[in-house]
């Protein structure tokens, strides 16, 4: 089975703070993906990835960036914390460009 | 704009019945549609996919049925067990900027009744 791991379940961080989400798959796969999920808003994409130091931005980059040094570490990073980026993040990867596999989130709270 | 929206937020069904979830979608160039499954406290889980060139598609008591005329996708569960409890999310996907882009909607809660 594929396995996406996610550093934290829960993270409490004070606004301009640096944060980092780190996100591990062990199956090789060469797209990974960073997303928020908001209630009533979905899943949305923040950025992705398809090759080691490779990074595209998603549909809401703004605020973000990304680090994939490793082919199977994706690292989402923000800047400078603030409230609206209290969220739940997802990490996904995939081998194809169609099913991908989740992590299982990390609830960010900015206070 | 290019969306894929949900028309009910919340679902209820007894045990035993049959649930249909439903899903619009915007985009005609879409050509794959996957519905995933989020139980509370873990990330989406694969649960069956279509093409654009199919209508219907059938897994394990779940069938996926596409109507490209109306733009319209639903996710039948026959026999609802209360493992089904979770959010259903469906998702399109189309070429975008030279990537495949996946697309999900809002999703709909799926209360299991004994």
């Known amino acids: 089975d594929v396995k996406v791991t996610q550093s934290s379940r829960y993270l409490v961080k004070r606004t301009g703070e640096k944060v980092f989400l780190e996100c591990v798959q062990d199956m090789d796969h060469e797209n990974m993906f960073w997303y928020r999920q908001d209630p009533g808003l979905g899943l949305r994409l923040i950025y992705f990835s398809y090759d080691v130091k490779m990074k595209e931005k998603g549909d809401i980059p703004e605020g973000y960036s990304v680090s994939r040094e490793k082919k199977e570490r994706f690292s989402l990073i923000l800047e400078s914390a603030s409230t609206n980026q209290t969220s739940m993040y997802l990490c996904a990867s995939s081998l194809t460009s169609y099913e991908q596999y989740f992590g299982p989130g990390t609830r960010l709270t900015v206070t | 704009g290019e969306s894929v929206g949900l028309h009910l937020p919340t679902l209820s069904v007894q045990e035993g019945d049959n649930s249909i979830i439903n899903c619009a979608y915007s985009?005609?160039?879409?050509?794959?549609f996957i519905w995933y499954k989020q139980e509370s406290g873990k990330g989406p889980q694969f649960i069956i996919d279509?093409?654009?060139?199919?209508d219907k598609r059938q897994g394990q008591r779940v069938t996926v049925l596409l109507n490209k005329t109306v733009k319209h996708l639903s996710l039948q569960i026959a026999a609802t067990q209360p493992g089904d409890s979770a959010v259903y999310f469906c998702?399109?996907?189309?070429?975008?900027?030279?990537?495949?882009?996946?697309?999900f909607g809002a999703g709909t809660r799926l209360a299991v009744h004994p």
């Open positions: 998702a399109e996907i189309y070429i975008s900027g030279g990537y495949n882009k996946l697309i």
């Open positions: 279509i093409r654009s060139n199919m």
């Open positions: 985009n005609s160039a879409s050509d794959y």
